[in-house]
């Protein structure tokens, strides 16, 4: 056997539709839109610089079939400079791209392999000693083991398994051609190039189960870099795997402690600080996109959860005076208003205005806390609220609804409990 390079791929999902985001003011739509396109471009830029012999897309190299011919004439054109290069590529079909899902298709030229969807297929690259296993889907939806039907690696050659799978393991994915890492040893391949999983992981040191991740992340639960796996084989074995990013967007959860912050001016200064650190630690002189979560007991949470669009702006606004600007995808308010000490109130700290704020407080956070109310908030809408849809979109993992839908009636009742005592003590005051 020789050395020799390769790149392996999956879940490009070139032109995937930016579910939820829309619903976000201020956001680069027109930039996230064409990341996945960008993102490719850099696939093929790093074949033709680390002079790869070949590349192994595992699997939904689209996000569905076309919205319009575009989508096929920018892929022709990024495997078309691979041709070029003379790059050979090897494609399988998951269950986004599957058969039955494509309603058009790219012509294919000698250098383009696509693995069938009724059995699976064997490539042989005979002057590389390499022989490559797999099987498309048929269908979107496929739930059986696909590794038995593969056929036995070929003798003296580097056999690659390449396969679309949920694997055993892995269940915030979606179940797909499931298996287990054991039934994938049993084949005795020398590497397995799988997709379908979306975070990168590499299984074992050999042979080696690798999943590359997404090549581009598309929202918020798609954070840090996402890229490709490169490949280094010599004498017939892996010598060396190296994640390489190609993403030209990158997605961050920020946490910024509020604990104990009591001007808005304190808020600010901590937002920037936060949005500053993430640049400097995450984005590589990519665009940023940033959901900020505040958290901790703060003298502010009354005022930020009474105006907590006037407070996303501000973020937004900081954000943009920041070197590399990133962008707000979100700002989620789990702050706590601070822990009132339990004491007699005098007579004259009755006479202290703040005093009949802690008052308002107090009842309205028992109100929030009694076991009776939230029984009959689950009786009187429990039935009701679990019926209504939950849109399968990034955006809507913090949404009311969703609380209501986990039956987490404490969490759905805070925000109404703030804006209350909000209207209250400000109307206490203005009188």
């Known amino acids: 056997m020789g050395s020799f390079r390769f790149l392996h791929a999956a879940d490009l999902h070139l032109d995937s539709p930016l579910r939820g985001l829309t619903r976000h003011e201020g956001l680069p739509f027109a930039q996230i839109r064409d990341a996945t396109r960008r993102a490719l471009d850099n696939l093929v830029d790093l074949a033709i610089a680390e002079q790869v012999a070949f590349i192994v897309i595992a699997g939904d190299l689209y996000d569905g079939s076309w919205k319009d011919a575009s989508t096929g004439l920018y892929m022709a054109r990024a495997l078309g400079r691979l041709l070029q290069r003379n790059i050979q590529i090897y494609l399988l079909q998951g269950n986004h791209d599957a058969a039955s899902i494509i309603t058009r298709d790219l012509p294919l030229p000698p250098g383009v392999k696509r693995f069938g969807s009724r059995k699976p297929e064997t490539f042989e690259i005979a002057e590389l000693s390499v022989a490559l296993h797999g099987q498309s889907f048929a269908n979107r939806h496929v739930d059986r083991d696909m590794t038995p039907n593969y056929p036995s690696p070929v003798p003296g050659y580097f056999n690659i398994g390449v396969l679309h799978t949920s694997l055993n393991g892995y269940s915030e994915h979606e179940t797909y051609a499931p298996c287990t890492i054991e039934t994938l040893l ?60 190609c993403d030209v967007v990158r997605w961050a959860r920020l946490s910024v402690d509020c604990t104990g912050l009591e001007q808005e001016s304190d808020l600010q200064d901590a937002i920037s600080v936060a949005l500053r650190q993430a640049v400097d630690d995450h984005a590589e002189e990519r665009l940023l996109v940033a959901r900020l979560e505040l958290h901790g007991a703060t003298p502010l949470h009354a005022q930020l959860n009474a105006r907590p669009g006037a407070l996303r702006e501000t973020a937004q606004q900081l954000a943009a005076m920041i070197a590399g600007q990133p962008a707000i995808e979100k700002l989620v308010l789990r702050t706590t208003p601070p822990r009132q000490p339990a004491a007699h109130v005098s007579a004259s700290q009755n006479a202290d205005p703040n005093a009949e704020d802690d008052d ?72």
């Open 186 to 245: 049993a084949k005795g391949y020398d590497y397995w190039a799988l997709g379908h999983v979306h975070e990168r992981a590499v299984q074992g040191d050999g042979p080696h189960i690798v999943f590359p991740g997404v090549l581009q992340g598309r929202h918020i639960r798609e954070t840090g870099p996402k890229g490709a796996t490169l490949v280094e084989v010599t004498d017939g074995a892996v010598s060396s795997l190296r994640h390489v990013p």
């Open 360 to 431: 308002i407080a107090a009842l309205v956070n028992a109100a929030l806390a009694d076991p009776e109310l939230l029984a009959t908030l689950e009786a009187e809408l429990g039935g009701f609220l679990s019926t209504l849809p939950l849109a399968d979109s990034p955006d809507q993992e913090d949404s009311l609804l969703a609380r209501a839908r986990a039956q987490d009636w404490r969490a759905l009742l805070t925000p109404a409990g703030d804006a209350l005592l909000a209207r209250l003590t400000s109307n206490e005051h203005a009188s």
